[in-house]
């Protein structure tokens, strides 16, 4: 047996399938539990406790059986077939052909890649803080990440291959132009190298330049008009990625529909300030020494995001667009929340860079 994949079954609160995966034989009941020994918490997670637990209480009570096959998670994004409503959302977790290849394999139908610019892009380190709970785990996470720092070039390369070495799997390209022409022809780039359909960001929160990121997605005109230019430029599904930096997303959601959009993606972080030093007055994480505003995620932010995502798919105007939701989304039953309130597929990103790196 495998008692790893069986804790993190639990940890996800997933204990129905954790238990339903177990050989037919509980062998934990006379084992002497040196699996307990060899855990990097020897002596403080009661595996074989846990196990017994799973056997005993969790298996007879089981609601319902293992299906057989995954063929009802097939869904599709605009009309684009997928294996499963999941995705890797843009990030440092989809900036690789490495990283997303490992996703691939391991059952995600995609990803959206890591936002493609022609700007210069020079990465803050250390660029990531938190605030735990009282048992130590990050409930909420603060980045100040910026877009792809691989050329444009280096980034069609990687669609390439990855189309070729994985064909049934989604290419979601999350773009950012500096002006009409860029969008345009970024996406018509994407189309041409593989991508399935594309991602507008008109909300990243750690922009340098003004004019760019959040400051699109809180003006409706500016949305209106990147969206027109973007469809100009490819006949692949388009999603606007909208700010959740505003008091409202409808006006934001409404404009991307008249500019030819075929979906809405939401929401990105938001804006916060993570902690201060009552010695230096300055926030994590310094950049230079100097305070610096970020994007804020994970699971704490998960009530913001379902509130927009049910303004979303409330709005009778938007009626038939499809809605990518993200953001707070840990378990299983968290994407079924943003599927209940109207997303069509769901993107993860922090709880999938937290269970790697905790």
């Known amino acids: 047996m495998?008692?790893?994949?069986?804790?993190?079954?639990?940890?996800?609160?997933?204990?129905?399938?954790?238990?339903?995966?177990?050989?037919?034989?509980?062998?934990?009941?006379?084992?002497?539990?040196?699996?307990?020994?060899?855990?990097?918490?020897s002596g403080r997670v009661p595996i074989r406790q846990l196990m017994n637990e799973l056997y005993e209480k969790v298996r007879p009570e089981a609601e319902i059986h293992m299906p057989d096959d995954e063929e009802r998670l097939k869904c599709d994004l605009c009309g684009v077939p997928l294996e499963n409503p999941f995705l890797l959302s843009s990030s440092v977790v989809a900036s690789t052909y490495d990283m997303c290849a490992r996703a691939f394999e391991a059952g995600w139908s995609g990803a959206c890649f890591?936002?493609?610019c022609s700007l210069d892009i020079h990465e803050a380190s250390p660029r990531f803080s938190a605030i735990k709970g009282d048992n130590g785990s990050i409930i909420g996470f603060k980045n100040i990440e910026q877009l792809s720092d691989h050329s444009v070039a280096e980034n069609m390369e990687i669609f390439r291959k990855l189309k070729k070495n994985y064909p049934t799997k989604f290419i979601l390209a999350s773009i950012m132009g500096q002006d009409e022409a860029e969008w345009e022809s970024l996406s018509g780039l994407c189309e041409e190298n593989g991508a399935d359909a594309i991602e507008l960001n008109f909300s990243c929160p750690n922009m340098q330049e003004d004019g760019l990121g959040s400051d699109i997605g809180k003006v409706p005109e500016l949305v209106e008009r990147f969206t027109r230019a973007a469809k100009r430029g490819t006949t692949i599904p388009i999603l606007a990625k909208l700010t959740p930096n505003v008091a409202t997303m409808s006006p934001a959601a409404e404009a991307a529909l008249r500019g030819g959009a075929d979906g809405i993606a939401a929401i990105n972080t938001i804006k916060s300030i993570v902690g201060v030093s009552p010695y230096t007055y300055v926030s994590a994480p310094a950049v230079k020494g100097q305070s610096a505003v970020g994007g804020y995620s994970g699971n704490a932010v998960k009530p913001i995001a379902l509130r927009f995502i049910a303004e979303i798919g409330q709005n009778s105007k938007l009626k038939g667009m499809h809605i990518s939701g993200m953001d707070g989304i840990e378990t299983w039953r968290d994407a079924l929340e943003f599927i209940l309130m109207g997303s069509c597929s769901i993107q993860i990103t922090t709880a999938v860079w937290l269970q790697n790196n905790q």
Do not use: H, S, Y
């Open 2 to 41: 495998d008692p790893a994949r069986a804790l993190l079954g639990i940890w996800f609160d997933d204990q129905d399938v954790a238990a339903m995966r177990l050989p037919d034989k509980n062998v934990c009941v006379d084992c002497d539990a040196f699996c307990e020994k060899a855990c990097v918490n």
């Open 114 to 116: 890591k936002t493609i």
